[in-house]
């Protein structure tokens, strides 16, 4: 029995730069199948279609309208591709409805050089045993969002006001994560750790489905086994918008993605 990201997450081609895949009910968030599953999905097709450069390093997606679990079609065409990186543009479709547009640019992380320069500080959390599991959230989240089942989340008990009725106002959540079954993350379900955690306007008192609008993540480096530090903040809300900034810290405390959002502000 396979890991259940990659069985979620197959594709099957159907032509040059063509493929299928199955947008699995358990991915559901809000009105929608979650962003960042759908942009592993289309992530999977990009490598397919690479077989030098399996990693995304840069991913700019816009949301177009909200998928649905079921049937879908992902198309790749390469615009560029040089001897260390190639950009690609890639479409997920329903139907005749464009859901997602997107260009990447992919590489080989493990053929480029190590060395990291960053003033970036990773998160201080406490110990995964004094955090507070996912599993705890509120029903109405729980329902609202069945992909939380996919994942193992510890929260810092300091970011989980907004589950007792007293959100901090700071708007930041940060947490442990790692996947349910224990698959260890790679450079593409990096993708959808990104877009893993409760919106970030929980913490501001506003709860809800949070539809993103654009997405852009940058990989940084191939995370090593074991959890993840996910962690959450956004300094703007205008014009029923606001940003979302996430860094994710592998095991090794090295800095392994980043990635901004605009989505809309939760209309309840």
């Known amino acids: 029995m396979g890991f259940e990201w990659d069985d979620h997450t197959q594709i099957t081609p159907t032509g040059e730069g063509a493929w299928s895949a199955r947008l699995d009910g358990g991915w559901v968030v809000g009105g929608g199948v979650n962003g960042g599953y759908l942009l592993g999905i289309m992530g999977n097709a990009i490598a397919a279609s690479l077989p030098a450069k399996p990693h995304p390093l840069s991913v700019s997606a816009y949301y177009l309208s909200a998928s649905t679990p079921g049937e879908a079609a992902v198309s790749t065409r390469t615009l560029r591709e040089g001897g260390s990186v190639a950009t690609v543009a890639t479409e997920l479709r329903q139907g005749d409805a464009v859901r997602i547009s997107a260009l990447a640019t992919y590489g080989d992380l493990t053929a480029m050089p190590e060395s990291v320069e960053t003033t970036a500080v990773e998160p201080a959390l406490p110990p995964i045993e004094e955090c507070v599991p996912g599993s705890m959230a509120p029903e109405e989240v729980q329902r609202m969002a069945p992909l939380t089942q996919r994942f193992d989340m510890r929260f810092d008990p300091a970011c989980v006001g907004w589950a007792l009725g007293e959100p901090s106002g700071n708007g930041h959540i940060q947490a442990w994560f790692r996947l349910v079954d224990g698959r260890d993350l790679d450079p593409i379900t990096l993708l959808m750790v990104c877009d893993a955690l409760p919106p970030v306007t929980f913490d501001l008192g506003r709860p809800g489905w949070a539809p993103t609008l654009e997405l852009t993540v940058h990989v940084r480096g191939v995370p090593a086994p074991g959890w993840v530090k ?27 993605a980043q990635s901004r959002q605009l989505a809309m502000l939760p209309r309840g």
């Open 230 to 256: 996910v962690s959450h903040r956004t300094r703007n809300v205008a014009h029923g918008m606001f940003e979302e900034d996430c860094e994710v810290w592998d095991s090794t405390g090295r800095l392994v």
